[in-house]
C-alpha cells in the first residue's frame, strides 16, 4: 500500500486559494518536510557509529565488568527511545603490524624521561615500535596533535598519579610536538610539573601522588613501610584539582609495598608485616579500595568542581618469571603476545576489579551531581605488550641497576596508545555537549 501525502493533510479542496496556489504550498510542505530527516539523522549518526566505552564478553578470557552506558546515548541523541546501538569497544582487539612506525623518536627533543628512553640507551631492536591496535568492530584514527589541542583550547587537563601517570603524560606531549612544543611553567608556579600551550591557552600537569590518599614521608625503599591514612585524601594533588577540566587519574603497583595503614588516627592493618600489627580484613586489597573510594568522594565533594574525571586503569607488569614486580626478573620479549596468551591474574586482577567497581559507584554518584567520569580502560590492551617495558634500557650499561623496568613503558611505545584513546574520549564529549 503506497502512502499519499495528500492523506496526512487537511483535504486539500479546502484549502484557499486557486488550484494552483495550493500545488504550491503542497510542494514547499513537502521540501520542508524531506529537509529535516537528513539534518536530524546527520546529528545523531556520529554517536551511534562509535561509542567508546567498554562491555562484557564471556567469549573472552579477560571478562570486563558489565558497565550498561545506555543513559549515555539517550542523553546525547536526545531521545530516550533511542534503540539504534553499535558499539565499538576500543579496549578490545588485537595489535596488527604497523610498518610505519611511531609517531616521534627519541631525537624528536619532547620531554622523555631517561628511565624510559629506551632507544637512547641502546635498546637494539625496534619492532616494538611498529604495531598499531586495531579495536574489533572499528578502526582507531592516528593521533591527530592539531585536532588535540583545538578541543582543548582554553582548559586544563592534570594526570594524578605516579610515574605511570608521568609516563603518560610525557607521551602526550611527545605526540602533540609535531604541532608546538609547552613552556615549563614549574617553576613559575613553584609546583608540580606544570606545562603551558601558550598558542591555545591550554594547561597540562602531572600532580605527583603514590597512593592517591596521604602518605606522609613515603619511602621508595621495599624493606622500610610506609604509612597511609586512608581516610584522608593527598592535599599535594587535591588542594589544585578544583580548577581543572579534565582529571585523569590512576594508582597502581606502590599498594604492593610494605605498608601501614591508619584510619580516624589508629593504626588498622598493614601489608607485608607481621605480629600485631597485622589486623584481618584491613588488607592491601582493603586499602586500595579505601584509597580509591576516598580520592572519588574527594571530587565529589569539591563545591567548583565541574570537570571530566578518567579513570586510567591498571596495566599488568611482565617479569618473566610472574613474580610480583618489585622482585628481580626480566621482560625481555620483542613483540606483542596473541589475544589469550596471557591472563590478567594475581594481585594486579584483584585491583583491576576493585578499580572497576569503585568507578561505577563513583559515576552513580556523580550522574546525581551532575559530573561526569570516563574509563580508560587500557588493562587488556597493555597485557599483551610485554615487550614495550624498558626492562635494562632505561639507565646506561655501566650503571648498576640491579632491577629490570618491567612496569614503565618505553617511549616512543605503546603507552602512546592510551592518549589515542584518550584524544577520542575528549573528542566524544565536546560533541555530546
Known sequence: MKLNLLQLLPSWKNWPGTGLVRVILILLITMVFLAIIPIYLHKISPFLLVFLMPRYDQEHKLALPAVDYSHRISAITGSKRTSLRRICNMFKGDWVPFPEGPYYTNETKCVID????????????????????????????????????????????????????????????????????????????????????????????????????????????????????????????????????????????????????????????????????????????????????????????????????????????HVGDRREWSEDGDCAMTRPLARGAMELGGDVLKLYVIQMEEFEAAEREGRKKGLKFRLLNITEPMLLRPDGHPNQYGHWPHERVRRADCLHWCLPGPVDLWNEILLQMVKMESQGS
Not at 584481618?280 to 565533594?301: E, P
Open 114 to 317: 631517561n628511565r624510559q628512553n629506551c632507544l637512547k640507551f641502546g635498546r637494539p631492536d625496534s619492532e616494538f615500535l611498529k604495531w598499531r591496535w586495531k579495536p574489533d568492530d572499528c578502526e582507531l584514527p592516528p593521533f591527530d596533535g592539531a585536532q588535540f589541542l583545538e578541543l582543548v583550547r582554553g582548559k586544563s587537563m592534570a594526570f594524578v598519579g605516579d610515574s605511570v601517570a608521568r609516563n603518560q603524560m610525557q607521551s602526550l606531549i611527545c605526540l602533540l610536538t609535531s604541532v608546538t612544543r609547552p613552556l615549563d611553567i614549574s617553576y613559575i608556579l613553584e609546583t608540580s610539573e606544570h606545562w603551558f600551550y601558550r598558542d591555545y591557552n591550554f594547561t597540562l600537569a602531572h600532580l605527583w601522588t603514590t597512593h592517591l590518599v596521604k602518605a606522609p614521608g613515603v619511602k621508595p625503599q621495599r624493606e622500610v613501610p610506609s604509612n597511609l591514612t586512608l581516610d584522608e585524601v593527598d592535599h599535594s594533588w587535591a588542594a589544585e584539582i578544583e580548577t581543572f577540566d579534565y582529571v585523569i587519574i590512576s594508582s597502581g603497583h606502590w599498594f604492593l609495598r610494605p605498608l601501614n595503614y591508619f584510619e580516624k588516627g589508629s593504626l588498622v592493618g598493614c601489608h607485608s608485616c607481621s605480629g600485631d600489627e597485622k589486623k584481618k580484613g584491613f588488607d592491601m586489597y582493603y586499602a586500595y579500595r579505601k584509597a580509591f573510594r576516598t580520592a572519588f568522594r574527594t571530587l565529589l565533594a569539591l563545591p567548583n568542581f565541574k570537570g571530566l574525571t578518567i579513570l586510567r586503569t591498571i596495566t599488568e607488569s
